[in-house]
């Protein structure tokens, strides 16, 4: 028996896909372990070195990624940068301030036209570790790592 679906375009398709926690894609040889996990349920991460997570733009106009570590030691600063077509060179960014624990703050970057992908991007330094635990009570998060884009 075949089922029908509704068809949905591949572009209602990836503005439906607008917001997400956001997911190490890259990080140190030694913390390998950490590659594919979102911040949010990677622990504490403390191996010195850049830490990168990828965002899909698509067809978006703007990007935002919201972090709020609840645990930071040493003093480090994310980026939000806009990638070239095939992702490996940075078309312009956007700095953080240095990360706090129990403080939220927002990068956003409102021009992505011809950008099909951003990355947020920190340099955890020597004896530094970030940590992005939400706690027990889903209703008042310790913590957040996410992006939102339209």
């Known amino acids: 028996m075949e089922i029908n679906h509704p068809q949905i375009s591949p572009a209602d398709a990836r503005r439906s896909a607008s917001e997400g926690l956001l997911v190490i894609m890259a990080a140190p040889a030694t913390a ?16 010195a070195g850049v830490y990168d997570c990828e965002i899909e733009t698509h067809d978006w106009s703007l990007v935002q990624a919201v972090m709020m570590p609840s645990a930071v030691t040493g003093a480090f600063a994310p980026s939000l940068d806009r990638m070239y077509f095939g992702g490996r060179a940075v078309r312009n960014s956007a700095a953080g301030a240095n990360f706090a624990a129990g403080v939220a703050q927002t ?11 951003a990355r947020i991007r920190f340099t955890v330094p020597g004896g530094g570790s970030i940590t992005f ?4 009570d889903p209703t008042t998060p310790t913590a957040h790592a996410q992006f939102n884009g339209q």
Not at 34 to 45: D, N
Not at 107 to 117: A, C, F, N, P, Y
Not at 133 to 136: D, E, L, Q, S, Y
């Open 32 to 47: 390998q372990a950490l590659i594919g996990k979102a911040l949010v349920s990677a622990g504490a991460i403390n191996v």
């Open 107 to 117: 990068v956003e970057i409102t021009d992505l036209k011809g950008s099909q992908r």
């Open 133 to 136: 635990a939400v706690g027990a």
